[in-house]
């Protein structure tokens, strides 16, 4: 199995079925995204200056929307980083496992929507740096 990098950090667009009235975006598990959704939560209320995120998962897979506002996804893969803006509620950054995330630079009023491959899990998490790329290391 070849380890995850920031290349395979995307940025998916979802359906968008405009009309008159307003915009409709709808997704599906597995079709728009790339892994079965057995969890969901989101983020609001964040100020400015704080940041969200900051760890990496073993073998979670997320996906990530920008419901309202903006903010930016760093993303790290232990060599490489890379930044991605999230602003519009029809594209969303799939992040696969192995890579470390950090949502920043939250607009106020932002939501984030996650969507998880899987339940809740701690020992899922890797929530030190330093042990993240002493994992990667090990693993590549």
């Known amino acids: ?6 290349n395979d950090c995307k ?3 979802l359906p968008k079925i405009t009309d008159p009235r307003g915009n409709l975006t709808f997704l599906e598990s597995e079709r ?3 892994f079965e959704i057995k ?3 989101y983020l ?5 200056e704080e940041s969200r995120g900051a760890h990496a998962h073993k073998q979670l897979h997320q996906f990530i929307i920008c419901l309202a506002g903006s903010f930016d996804v760093r993303v790290d893969d232990g060599e ?3 930044t991605f803006h999230l602003n519009r509620p029809w594209k969303g ?3 696969p496992p192995m890579i470390w995330g950090a949502e920043i630079n939250f607009d106020p009023g932002s939501v984030c929507l996650v969507l998880a491959s899987d339940h809740y899990c701690e020992d ?3 929530r030190d740096y330093e042990t993240f790329l002493a994992t990667v290391k090990e693993q590549r």
């Not at 199995?1 to 920031?6: A, G």
């Not at 609001?44 to 400015?48: G, K």
Request: hydrophobic share 50%; charged share 10%.
């Open 124 to 126: 899922d998490y890797i």
């Open 39 to 41: 969890r969901v939560f």
């Open 93 to 95: 950054l799939h992040v």
């Open 32 to 34: 728009h995204v790339p």
């Open 1 to 6: 199995m070849t380890m995850p990098t920031v």
């Open 44 to 48: 609001y209320d964040v100020p400015t």
């Open 11 to 13: 940025i998916i667009a």
């Open 80 to 82: 490489s980083q890379a």
